[in-house]
């Protein structure tokens, strides 16, 4: 009898394992199961860096002259350390600058400045660490410019886009949605 039920059992299996076959259709998707409990909010990370201003005095003796009184190319520049242009936000990010005669009200650069017979350009550029200004006049006669004031605002690239509709020629407005303290 022992053998008769090794040999029932081994005939089972066989035929277990023979019919258990991968060749059928797949069948139709299963309901969707219920919505699982809520997990532990995890702590909050660390506020990146946001936009950030500097503001630069130019004084009389910081202007350098360059070019040849009445011919073109004539004009002042001044180099000035700039700490917050770092290699991120030139990369990555923006420079904007501002002028001021008294540091009240600040307009953006480049900057076309009317005067009776000719226009002053004020204009910008910068690299890691500074930023370059430059003015020149339209008659090729560039006066030296004397004190000026200046705003250097810099912006991440990670954070430009939590204010897509800014206007960055105004400086309120942008010292309003970048939080800027000045």
């Known amino acids: 009898m ?7 059992m081994l005939i089972a299996c066989i035929t277990l394992f023979i019919s258990c076959a991968k060749d059928g259709e797949i069948g139709p998707q299963g309901a969707q199961g219920t919505q699982g409990t809520q997990g ?17 005095t130019v004084t009389s003796n910081q202007w350098s002259h360059f070019g040849t009184q009445g011919q073109s190319g004539d004009g002042y520049q001044t180099i000035q350390n700039v700490s917050i242009i770092t290699s991120g936000i030139v990369s990555t ?40 200004l430059e003015c020149q006049d339209s008659d090729f006669f560039t006066t ?31 010292q309003a949605a970048y939080n800027l303290q000045d």
């Not at 009200?105 to 500074?130: E, F, H, I, K, M």
């Open 40 to 56: 532990a909010t995890g702590n909050t990370g660390p506020q990146g860096p946001g936009a950030s201003s500097q503001t630069i």
């Open 93 to 132: 990010g923006a420079v904007l600058a501002y002028i001021s005669g008294s540091t009240t009200a600040w307009v953006a650069l480049p900057y076309s400045a009317p005067y009776s017979s000719w226009q002053r350009y004020w204009t910008y550029a910068y690299q890691t660490g500074q930023i370059i």
């Open 144 to 174: 030296q410019p004397g004190t000026q004031y200046f705003k250097v605002v810099v912006i991440p690239g990670s954070v430009m886009h939590q204010n897509p509709d800014v206007d960055f020629n105004n400086y309120k407005e942008v």
């Open 2 to 8: 022992k053998t008769q039920s090794k040999i029932i």
